[in-house]
């Protein structure tokens, strides 16, 4: 089939569903400090449980584009009363990885960066154990292992919704949906932000529970280890598809108060002002 430049009005448009179908890797949750969760959240957010939870994954047939792998930290909180996930940053690594970066962050304003090298993320197995590790310009972000049997802590089952063969769960997510406009000077600036909430649906073949043991550290430009690990409380190994479903705004709030927050997770250091070092 021939490529063209100029599409027609209905081939000119994002496709409405995404699916991260045949998506398989570890899942984990441990507890963190409550005080240090609060002070990343943009207004409105506001923390639910001092609690982190996080995936390495394969995703072996998304429905936009190539294979890709994926990790993930994100933590859960409140707004207008409405508990749900903000995930506050992704890393993405081999053939599909970049369409799906920029769709995650043109189409819902995720917080997704790509790593170097496809093996930058890997899924390792072992017996019963498995391990999942993330690094990003050579430096290691994210070490989890898990052995399969049951949870450290059997409580967790109830934040994943309890997860089984067959089973569908929902679940709510709360993405910052950033626009950069030329000001005054000619210089861009972030003019407006929409906060959205996600509904999504995780429909599972497999979810095996384990005790898991998670390992975070920063980098310059990837501060993964600011959230201290102070319990490990379970995760599982998951083959799942995963579909994001309705994008709703549900406010609009300040780009002064939200970017601060916002910029480390989208962009590395050499891109942002230089302040004292």
């Known amino acids: ?46 923390p639910a449980f001092p609690l982190v939870s996080g995936y390495v994954v394969e995703i072996n047939n998304p429905s936009f584009g190539e294979p890709y792998k994926e990790a993930m930290l994100g933590v859960y909180v409140k707004v207008n009363g409405v ?32 790593c170097d090298k496809e093996d930058d993320i890997k899924l390792e197995q072992k017996g019963d154990v498995l391990r999942g590790t993330v690094k990003r310009k050579g430096e290691l972000l994210l070490d989890v292992s898990l ?12 934040i994943y919704n309890n997860p089984a063969p067959g089973k569908k769960c929902g679940g709510t997510s709360f993405y910052f949906h ?3 406009e030329p000001d005054e000077n000619g210089k ?32 310059k430009d990837d501060p993964w280890g600011i959230f201290p690990v102070f319990a490990n409380l379970g995760g599982a190994y998951s083959e799942n598809d995963l579909e994001m479903k309705d994008l709703f705004i549900i406010g609009n709030p300040s780009p002064e108060k939200v970017m601060p927050k916002l910029m480390s997770v ?8 230089k302040g004292d070092k």
């Open 188 to 219: 861009a600036t972030y003019k407006k932000v929409n906060l959205i909430s996600n509904e999504a649906e995780y429909t599972y073949k497999e979810w095996k529970p384990g005790k898991v043991s998670v390992r975070l550290y920063s980098s």
């Open 178 to 180: 950033t626009f950069l």
């Open 266 to 273: 989208r962009f590395d250091k050499a891109a942002l002002v």
């Open 83 to 114: 508990v749900g996930m903000y995930p506050v940053s992704f890393l993405l690594s081999g053939p599909g990885a970049e369409m799906a970066t920029y769709l995650g962050r043109e189409k819902t304003g995720l917080s997704k960066k790509i």
């Open 1 to 46: 089939m021939k490529s063209k430049l100029v599409l027609s009005a209905e081939e000119a448009r994002l496709e409405p569903t995404a699916i991260m179908g045949n998506e398989s890797g570890i899942y984990f949750t441990f507890m963190s400090d409550l005080a240090v969760i609060a002070d990343i959240l943009p207004e409105p957010l506001e």
């Open 147 to 158: 052995k399969l049997g049951e949870y450290n802590d059997p409580s967790v089952g109830n």
